[in-house]
Nanobody, 114 residues
Framework: QVQFVESGGGLVQPGGSLRLSCAIS????????MGWYRQGLGKEREVVAGITSDGYTDYADSVKGRFAISRDNAKKMVYLQMNSLKVEDTAVYYCNLSPNTKYWGQGTQVTVSS
């Protein structure tokens, strides 16, 4: 069973930055495509960013140019650097495989507010 532990969220003002981290407990991590997802209050969970096993990245239109996903295969970690944050980025952020499994971590809350 795969496990995800997200961290790094918090309260930030519009225009600020945060870096999220995700520790993954899984075999063969280097072979897996990974993604960051988010779920705002009253909204469905959505894909934010993805990174393939060989490092190709893709982003939702709403975060292109502001967010950057990366991975450290040796540490089995995935990161999400979030810059120029907007109020509408407020959500609980999760990492998972891409496409996602049925297993989800607790997520990390990101609140963008002045």
């Amino acid at each position: 069973q795969v496990q995800f532990v997200e961290s790094g969220g918090g309260l930030v003002q519009p225009g600020g930055s945060l870096r999220l981290s995700c520790a993954i407990s899984v075999n063969d991590f280097t072979l897996l495509n990974m993604g960051w997802y988010r779920q705002g209050l009253g909204k469905e969970r959505e894909v934010v960013a993805g990174i393939t096993s060989d490092g190709y990245t893709d982003y939702a239109d709403s975060v292109k140019g502001r967010f950057a996903i990366s991975r450290d295969n040796a540490k089995k970690m995935v990161y999400l650097q979030m810059n120029s944050l907007k109020v509408e980025d407020t959500a609980v952020y999760y990492c998972n495989l891409s496409p996602n499994t049925k297993y989800w971590g607790q997520g990390t809350q990101v609140t963008v507010s002045s």
